[in-house]
Every structure is written in structure tokens, then in C-alpha cells.
């Protein structure tokens, strides 16, 4: 069975940094691309970052929106990615997912306030 | 981009055959999938490559499209598929979802 966790979201003042977690197991990890999608409350869904796999020579992409503020990574020993993300603001609150493409993990919740 | 249009919203009757439908501002081959979400809960994938049946999902599901113009069905409807449905398109980056189209009862 495919698992992924997100885990790292939490309050944080504009400004603030927050680095996320993403778990996963039940597939070959070192087979996929992985993403971070994000859903601001009420509102719907947004790419924010790819990291490719060893083939791929772990390349990155990101939104534009977020570009200069977020790092994607990942870990294949661990089967984990992780997503830094900066000079947060308040349009960043939202849930934070991270992907396989297939399958998605419960979210973690960030939320940006003073 | 590559900006998807669905419909905000679409109010169908129990057992009813409804189409979702989704419109990309260039071609995506056949790089689109939908998602469904229910209240509270991560997206669910149905459909990818367009028309290729996600395992576990239930056969009243189907895709079909290629290029711009897509379309999701499900035929009969049932009272667990009220939810949100969003079109994805990987065929380039940045990768874009639709707004969504949220199905009601009636």
C-alpha cells in the first residue's frame, strides 16, 4: 500500500521560513518524480515544485510565484523529499501535498500569520 | 502557461450521466488527469493519459480527449461522487490544474 506523510506545516510569522517533510513508502521511490501541490483555504490547486529523479539528474522546477523563496529535495535512501520554503507571506497559508503524480499524501497545513 | 477553463459548477440527479468538461489554452496531447476531492480529504486520482481508468476507481469513470478538449464522465451518478473535480495537464511546465467544478445535487 502506498503511504506518504507530510509532516513540518505549522503557524509561522510572515517572513518566517518552514522547512516540510514528505515520507513516503509502497512504491519505488527512486522511479518518480515528485511535486508539491499546494490549496490555499477554500480556493484550489496549485503546482509549486518537480524534483526528477537520479535519471533525471534530480533536476528542479518550481512556480513562478514562488521562485527565489522555495528548495525542493529529496533523499532516495530515505524514500523522502522535503520543501524549503522562505520569506513566507500570508498568500502562502494553504495545505501543502506532496505527490507521486498517482498518489498524495494527507497535506500539512501552513499558515502564515502575525 | 497552459491555462485549463472547466465550469465552476454542475447540479446533476442521482443515477444521471453528467460531463465535466475541460479546455486547455494549447494542445496537451493527451498529458491531462483528473482529480477528485471530497470535503477535507488530499485529491484523488481517476483518470490519467486522458482516458486511462486509475486501478481501484470505480468503471461509471471515463475520460476521453486529446489535444484541448476534454472530458470527464460519470455514468450512472452516485451520491458518493458529489465533490470537487480538477483537470491537471503535464505536458509542460509549469504544471496547471483547472479551477475545479464542483458537482451538486440537485
Known amino acids: 500500500e502506498v503511504q506518504i506523510l507530510e509532516t513540518g506545516g505549522g503557524l509561522v510569522k510572515p517572513g518566517g521560513s518552514l522547512r516540510l517533510s514528505c515520507a513516503t513508502s509502497g512504491f519505488n521511490f527512486n522511479d518518480y518524480f515528485m511535486n508539491w501541490v499546494r490549496q490555499a483555504p477554500g480556493k484550489g490547486l496549485e503546482w509549486v515544485a518537480q524534483i526528477r529523479n537520479k535519471n533525471y539528474n534530480y533536476a528542479t522546477y518550481y512556480a513562478e510565484s514562488l521562485e527565489g523563496r522555495v528548495t525542493i529535495s529529496r533523499d532516495d535512501s530515505k524514500s523522502s523529499v522535503y520543501l524549503q520554503v522562505s520569506s513566507l507571506r500570508a498568500e502562502d497559508t494553504a495545505i501543502y501535498y506532496c505527490?507521486?503524480?498517482?498518489?498524495w499524501g494527507q497535506g500539512t497545513l501552513v499558515t502564515v500569520s502575525s | 502557461d497552459t491555462v485549463l477553463t472547466q465550469s465552476p459548477a454542475l447540479a446533476v440527479s442521482l443515477g444521471q450521466r453528467v460531463t465535466i468538461s475541460c479546455r486547455a489554452s494549447k494542445s496537451v496531447s493527451t498529458y491531462m488527469h483528473w482529480y477528485q476531492q471530497k470535503s477535507g480529504q488530499q485529491p484523488k486520482l481517476l483518470i490519467y493519459g486522458a482516458s486511462n481508468l486509475e486501478s481501484g476507481v470505480p468503471s461509471r469513470f471515463s475520460g476521453s480527449g486529446s489535444g484541448t478538449d476534454f472530458t470527464l464522465t460519470i455514468d450512472p451518478v452516485e451520491a458518493d461522487d458529489i465533490a470537487n473535480y480538477y483537470c491537471q495537464q503535464n505536458n509542460e511546465l509549469p504544471y496547471t490544474f483547472g479551477a475545479g467544478t464542483k458537482l451538486e445535487l440537485k
Open positions: 505527490t507521486n503524480g498517482y498518489s
